[in-house]
């Protein structure tokens, strides 16, 4: 049950620089997200079970001084035997604290809520469970369950940004069976924000399909001659083909290389064409002069 809401206003995670060190990892079971935006993206999930023994009670109470989470405590019956007044007192205080929905601005961008609890002594059990909605719609969850810790960290989030509004919802079930209580449960709930994405990633222009134009050619009556056409911005394999070339001399239509001996003299018009695998065709024209040798004694 949803006990109160909270207003957020992007607190930093305190109760972070109050970790001592990391004690585990876990792979909780994450229900499936709900709603027409529900597999729009890939889901986040991730959980850490953090351990906050530097954390006195007054360092929990003055986080929710400065946030806007919520604490419980759990406290014991006196046990007999001890103190002026045959028992003493036993408190467990948790506090349980969230961002708010952050990230997006491109269309890759995840978008991520954080929530965790921390407690000035350790738990038998605790359970976080981290909700995303965007609208109406869970679109994303987690929930980690650790024991004997002294506080959880667990993120949700999709991987890929939908713009739209979101809020987050946070609840933790907080665990001491030798207190009285020996557990409670608690909630809240964010304030929506709005997250863009921005443009989706633009998509370079294919390259432009060209043939190289190899430039005016000559070559003597008689001589053997041969030229590599080149062809750039296509998809390979290319299909050659060419006009208008000097009597003698023909072009490989799979590897583009023209060869053969002139046989007569005059200036050519050639156009080479290439077509390439996904069917484009380019071309290149340029002349082709065949001339007699002035000496062809010497």
């Given amino acids: 049950m949803l006990r109160r809401s909270w207003l957020r206003a992007g ?7 109050l970790a001592g060190a990391l004690c585990g990892t876990s792979n909780p079971a994450q229900a499936a997200p709900t709603g027409p935006d529900a597999t729009a993206a890939p889901t986040i999930a991730r959980s850490s079970a953090m351990n906050f023994r530097l954390a006195t009670t007054e360092q929990v109470l003055a986080m929710a001084a400065e946030g806007n989470g919520k604490l419980v405590t759990l406290g014991s019956k006196a046990a007999e ?8 007192t036993i408190q467990v205080t948790c506090y349980l604290d ?29 359970v976080l469970t981290v909700e995303l909605f965007r609208g109406a ?4 969850n987690t929930t980690a369950v650790f024991p004997y810790v002294y506080g959880i960290f667990a993120t949700a989030g999709l991987s890929t940004c939908t713009e739209g509004w979101y809020f987050g919802v946070v609840g933790a079930t907080i665990a001491r069976y030798d207190l009285n209580p020996p557990s409670d449960s608690l ?40 030229l590599q056409m080149a062809a750039t911005g296509g998809t390979a394999p290319y299909t050659w083909s060419a006009t208008g070339l000097p009597t003698g001399l023909s072009i490989n239509s799979s590897t583009g290389l023209i060869t053969g001996t002139v046989t007569k003299l005059g200036t050519y018009t050639v156009t080479a064409t290439a077509v390439d695998a996904a069917g484009r065709s380019a071309s290149a024209q340029f002349t082709w002069g065949v001339r007699r ?4 004694t010497c």
């Avoid at 035997?81 to 003493?88: H, I, P, Q």
């Avoid at 991520?112 to 350790?122: P, S, V």
């Avoid at 040798?293 to 062809?296: K, N, R, S």
């Fill in 187 to 226: 909630t809240i709930i964010s304030y929506p924000v709005y997250i863009g994405c921005g443009p989706p990633p633009t998509t370079p222009p294919p390259a432009t399909f060209a043939v190289t134009n190899p430039g005016n050619q000559t070559t003597f009556v008689f001589d053997s001659d041969q």
């Fill in 98 to 126: 969230m961002t708010l929905p952050h990230g997006g601005g491109s269309a890759d961008a995840d978008i991520l809520l954080d929530g965790w609890f921390t407690c000035d002594d350790y738990i038998h059990l605790g």
């Fill in 11 to 17: 607190a930093p995670l305190t109760a972070l620089i």
């Fill in 137 to 140: 719609d869970r679109v994303a």
């Fill in 293 to 296: 040798e002035p000496c062809p």
């Fill in 81 to 88: 035997g001890k103190g002026v007044d045959g028992g003493v």
